[in-house]
T-cell receptor, first 109, second 111 residues
């Protein structure tokens, strides 16, 4: 069966520090992968999506970046975090009817 | 740009009643419309998908309708239970790679 993993589950980082969130998928090959951010009480904002290794589409210009070094690995990064980067980050795969990971709660102080 | 509107007010109903949640969208009709359930601190869980040429879809106690004239989808939970309490998200896909999500409606089912 297909599963999706994210880590870490929670993260508290100071402003200006770097970020690396990892997502891996099992049980499927060549998945479409997505990064979303959800602010408290808000909907999911699509940040990046990828249809294959090395192929990244950015939806929101900001200080975040994404990479897909392997078929089932998707990484979200930042060189310098901002307070506004706080939120719940979700990785997902599939289209349509997406499967979501457990999420990472990021707090930037 | 495409927008999705869901009732931001929480819906409170009594156990055993039918819960009905509304999703309205602007602009062009999506190829697919989806509903997800999200519990606090967890990722959304996919429930149902309905295509633009379908008017109704059912799965156990769940029913989704899709009216492309009204640009609206209704999500029904019959015989609701306290365990159905969660936030329900509407999402649409226009046939490309992107899915757009609404902010969700919180449902509280009281025993």
């Amino acid at each position: 069966s297909q599963t999706i993993h994210q880590w870490p589950a929670t993260l508290v980082q100071p402003v200006g520090s770097p970020l690396s969130l990892e997502c891996t998928v099992e049980g499927t090959s060549n998945p479409n992968l997505y990064w979303y951010r959800q602010a408290a009480g808000r909907g999911l904002q699509l940040l990046f999506y990828s249809v294959g290794i090395g192929q990244i589409s950015s939806e929101v210009p900001q200080n975040l970046s994404a990479s897909r070094p392997q078929d089932r690995q998707f990484i979200l990064s930042s060189k310098k975090l901002l307070l506004s980067d706080s939120g719940f980050y979700l990785c997902a795969w599939g289209r349509p009817g997406q499967i979501f990971g457990p999420g990472t709660r990021l707090t930037v102080l | 740009s495409q927008k999705i509107e869901q009732n931001s007010e929480a819906l409170n109903i009594q156990e055993g009643k039918t819960a009905t949640l509304t999703c309205n969208y602007t602009n062009y009709s999506p190829a697919y419309l989806q509903w997800y359930r999200q519990d606090p601190g967890r990722g959304p869980v996919f429930l149902l998908l309905i295509r633009e040429n379908e008017k109704e879809k059912r799965k156990e106690r769940l029913k989704v309708t899709f009216d492309t004239t009204l640009k609206q989808s209704l999500f029904h939970i019959t015989a609701s239970q306290p365990a159905d309490s969660a936030t329900y998200l509407c999402a649409l896909n226009t046939g490309g790679f992107k899915t757009i999500f609404g902010a969700g409606t919180r449902l509280f089912v009281k025993a």
